[in-house]
């Protein structure tokens, strides 16, 4: 379960990946997290899922990580008569709270804190955009708008308001059984859709504490005004670019992509770009052009991992999807122009001890290029930290917790390693270099790089450098 890659591979779990023999192909063919999409199946699905996971990370001894996808709220019409109706270009149409199915004058929008918060002009974008309606006029129960985007709309569609903070909860009361599942089961990272504000993120820490990390989905145009504080209070994040391609008209996205990576990377947090990467695959075994290079430019951009949603979970070519995700990943990073343009985005470190031996790590690594960075970290913190540097080498991740080896399976670079408690700084390395010479990453002879924070047991204490040879005594 050697991996020389940096950048990671989610793949979710689906109707064509539940058994234990498709799983296990999906993890030899590159996937290194799971996601689980709690916007389908059933909790016997899910947990029947997680324990085929755990079971082959036990039977692998290779830390495998899980990422609980919350479906958030789901904002859609209500019905129609005859089930649908055509609307045409400049003609009045209106949405209420009467739940009489609607006809081709109206049709109920069962969502008063959307009345709310509209204004004269605000679009409503129906079916991904399919459809967009203008508001005109409005109050507490209605809304009359002028049919923009003309087209056959049909019951029970989403809706989404672009440009608008709409005063609902990140959290339903469906989303905050499935988190309280995921987290029995034991989920090493929880992803909050419908992210909007930094309160969000509050909201779920409170309910999710320490017992996983949050990702937040970036899927609303608000939540890019408030992307410093939101990546501040996350774990990580994560662009989803289903929602946030209809709320923003497409040629922004790249732009918005570019930015959020580029953010999250400066805070040192882990960043997921997901939705349509290899899309065709679904239903074909080779991905088009567009595609591939789609993919290598979010490695290029020095992302931590990309993501397969149906490709993997419901496509005909689950295993093939992941295969040539890791061959694109692969190729990419032989490529010296990758390493260029790391070096080229670095930002500079913060004004803490822990960065200035991160960065150290990072300036060393360049000069005596030792065969890989080791980092003992209680927490994971200090693994993040080195993996914000991007050093030109692997990075093990040695940590005492098995929970907190998991969720840096989803980091940049980092390969981690549970790794038994330490009573020495000499003990330490002793066994940080006989880790690496057991998981064949160095060799007799061969230098690495040790970073720690002392005294151990201390989050965020980072503040050990140490060259090391491989095979020799402390």
Request: proline fraction near 6%; charge should be negative; aromatic fraction near 4%.
């Amino acid at each position: 379960m050697k991996r020389e890659r940096k950048a990671k591979i989610v793949a979710t779990l689906g109707p064509a990946s539940s058994t234990e023999a498709e799983i296990l192909s999906l993890i030899k063919a590159g996937a290194d997290v799971f996601r689980l999409n709690f916007s389908h199946g059933s909790h016997t699905d899910h947990a029947a899922r997680y324990a085929v996971i755990r079971k082959l990370e036990a039977d692998l001894d290779y830390p495998i990580g899980i990422v609980a996808d919350l479906q958030g709220p789901k904002l859609r019409i209500g019905t129609f008569a005859k089930g649908s109706t055509k609307l045409s270009s400049g003609q009045s149409f209106r949405l209420d709270l009467d739940p009489t199915p609607g006809d081709s004058q109206r049709v109920p929008l069962l969502h008063p804190e959307i009345y709310q918060a509209l204004e004269v002009g605000t679009e409503l974008l129906i079916n991904d955009g399919k459809i967009r309606l203008r508001v005109d006029r409005y109050g507490a129960d209605f809304a009359e708008t002028t049919v923009v985007v003309p087209g056959v709309i049909s019951e029970r569609k989403g809706v989404n308001v672009p440009g608008v903070v709409l005063p609902i909860s990140p959290l339903t009361d469906k989303d905050k059984g499935d988190l309280e599942f995921a987290l029995e089961l034991g989920v090493d990272w929880v992803a909050l859709s419908f992210v909007q504000r930094p309160e969000d993120i509050a909201e779920a820490r409170a309910l999710v504490n320490d017992r996983a990390w949050i990702m937040a989905k970036l899927e609303k145009p608000s939540a890019i005004e408030s992307l410093e504080a939101i990546i501040e209070l996350a774990d990580g994040v994560m662009v989803a670019r289903g929602d946030l391609g209809v709320e923003l008209p497409p040629e922004r996205l790249p732009q918005i992509q570019r930015n959020i990576v580029r953010a999250a990377r400066r805070h040192g947090k882990p960043v997921v770009v997901a939705t349509q990467m290899l899309e065709s695959m679904i239903e074909a075994p080779t991905p088009t052009r567009a595609e591939a290079s789609d993919v290598a430019t979010a490695i290029y951009e020095g992302v931590d991992a990309v993501m397969l949603s149906a490709e993997s979970a419901s496509g005909k070519y689950p295993v093939e999807a992941v295969t040539m995700m890791n061959r694109i990943v692969c190729e990419v990073e032989k490529d010296p122009a990758y390493r260029e343009g790391l070096d080229a985005t670095h930002t500079q470190p913060e004004s803490t001890t822990q960065d200035a031996v991160c960065y150290a790590l990072r300036s060393a690594a360049e000069i005596i290029k030792p065969a890989a960075t080791l980092t003992y970290t209680e927490c994971g913190h200090t693994a993040l930290r080195a993996a914000r540097e991007r050093p030109a080498t692997l990075i093990l991740g040695l940590t005492p917790h098995f929970t907190h080896a998991r969720r840096l399976t989803l980091v940049w670079g980092v390969q981690p390693v549970p790794f038994g408690k330490v009573a020495s700084v000499g003990d330490m390395i002793t066994q940080a270099t006989h880790v690496a010479l057991q998981k064949e990453y160095a060799s007799p002879g061969e230098n690495v790089l040790i970073i720690a924070g002392i005294p151990f047991g201390h989050s965020g204490s980072t503040n050990l450098l140490h060259v090391a040879r491989v095979g020799q005594p402390a």
